[in-house]
């Protein structure tokens, strides 16, 4: 995909993630920002045409080389872009399944197991000062749980991202209010864990 980025359709409805995610709560963060994000993006590419023909990944790594007066503004959109629609695919509607096979296998290996990776993806998750990320990342053939600040992406960083949590309060404030831990915790009852281990096992 390229330009013009076109939002992308969810694989469920508003109402599917509930009640971990309320139909409005879904709803606002997808019609008011992530739309918003595709709208800006295509505004500031409208004056770029030799950046129209790269994919969303190469756009952000290639802004992250350039020297512009545009370069934060341009990052701000692709990353709200590429973070949100990763987010996005990263849930699922169904029952709470730990992951399987070789990220199973990857994620007990580096982190000693499945319940050790999770306090320490919460912990790290909550001493996030301000708007962000929470990713797991694969960092030449280790995985690695980091935070980035605003829409940044670890793009920027030649590392692999595997899977993300959105840590903007407009991702959660019409539910949880100020309630990080509560949110964080409903979000792993719904995380795509099939989708994500697709994404892994892509990276090897």
Not at 170 to 197: G, P
């Amino acid at each position: 995909m390229h330009y013009p980025f076109k939002s992308i359709k969810l694989p469920y409805t508003f109402s599917s993630l509930e009640p971990q995610f309320s139909s409005d709560t879904l709803l606002y963060h997808y019609k008011m920002h992530y739309e918003t994000y595709v709208d800006q993006l295509n505004d500031i590419l409208r004056k770029f045409p030799s950046m129209q023909l790269l994919t969303l990944e190469e756009l952000i790594v290639f802004v992250e080389k350039i020297d512009s007066p545009l370069k934060k503004e341009l990052l701000t959109a692709a990353g709200g872009v590429y973070n949100h629609q990763l987010y996005f695919k990263c849930l699922d509607p169904a029952h709470f399944s730990p992951p399987k096979s070789q990220l199973s296998y990857a994620i007990c290996h580096d982190f000693g197991s499945f319940l050790t990776f999770k306090e320490l993806f919460l912990k790290q998750a909550l001493a996030l000062a301000g708007s962000g990320y929470i990713w797991l990342i694969d960092n030449n053939g280790r995985l690695e749980i980091i935070c980035t600040q605003d829409q940044d992406t670890p793009l920027s960083y030649s590392i692999t991202p595997i899977f993300l949590i959105d840590l903007w309060e407009h991702a959660y404030y019409l539910q949880y209010k100020h309630n990080r831990k509560e949110y964080l915790d409903n979000v792993f009852m719904i995380l795509n864990w099939k989708y994500i281990e697709e994404r892994f096992c892509y990276t090897l």
